[in-house]
Every structure is written in structure tokens, then in C-alpha cells.
Nanobody, 115 residues
Framework: QVQFVESGGGLVQPGGSLRLSCAAS????????MAWYRQAPGKQRELVAT???????NYADSVKGRFTISRDNAKNTGYLQMNNLNFEDTGVYYC?????????WGQGTQVTVSA
């Protein structure tokens, strides 16, 4: 069983930055692909970025060049550095494995980009 606890969200102005953290329980975390997802109001949850256990990353086109995913396997923690945020980045951000394991969804952390 794995639990994900996301943190670091908040209210930020366009162009601002936030760093999200994802604390995971269970040693299985360090061997699986970890991902960040987000769900904007009225929209389906979407994949934002992935990172393999060895550090290979992939990003959705909408965040490429602005977001950076990373992980610290020793701490069972993942991160999402978000720069140059815009209104379309507003939503609840979740971490999970990729492919997703639905029973592992946490509460997420709210990111609101507003002037």
C-alpha cells in the first residue's frame, strides 16, 4: 500500500513560481515511474510530467520549459518546480505512479493563478 501526500500549493500571480512536494510511503516508490497530474475546474485530470526511477523526465507540451519534475528516492519524495505560471495552470495537483494506480490518489494540493 502506498500513500501520497501533496503539498506546496497556493495562490500566485501570473508569472510567479511554486514548488510542489509529494511525500510517498512505501519502498516501492523508488522503483516506479512517478508522475504529477492536475485537474482544472470542470475538466478531466491530465498528466503533467513523469520521471523514471533513474531520472528520465517527460512533460506535457503545455508545461514544457516552465515546469521541472524531480525526485529524491532516498527521501521517498517527488517535486514539481513550476515557473512562469499562467491562468491555465490553475487546478488541483496530484502525484501518483504512471501508469496511474487509482487507489493511490491523495487529496492533492490546490494551485490558483490569479491577478
Amino acid at each position: 500500500q502506498v500513500q501520497f501526500v501533496e503539498s506546496g500549493g497556493g495562490l500566485v500571480q501570473p508569472g510567479g513560481s511554486l514548488r510542489l512536494s509529494c511525500a510517498a510511503s512505501g519502498s516501492i516508490f523508488r522503483i516506479l515511474v512517478m508522475a504529477w497530474y492536475r485537474q482544472a475546474p470542470g475538466k478531466q485530470r491530465e498528466l503533467v510530467a513523469t520521471i523514471t526511477s533513474s531520472g528520465t523526465t517527460n512533460y506535457a507540451d503545455s508545461v514544457k520549459g516552465r515546469f521541472t519534475i524531480s525526485r529524491d528516492n532516498a527521501k521517498n519524495t517527488g517535486y514539481l518546480q513550476m515557473n512562469n505560471l499562467n491562468f491555465e495552470d490553475t487546478g488541483v495537483y496530484y502525484c501518483n505512479f504512471h501508469p496511474v494506480v487509482p487507489i493511490y490518489w491523495g487529496q492533492g494540493t490546490q494551485v490558483t493563478v490569479s491577478a
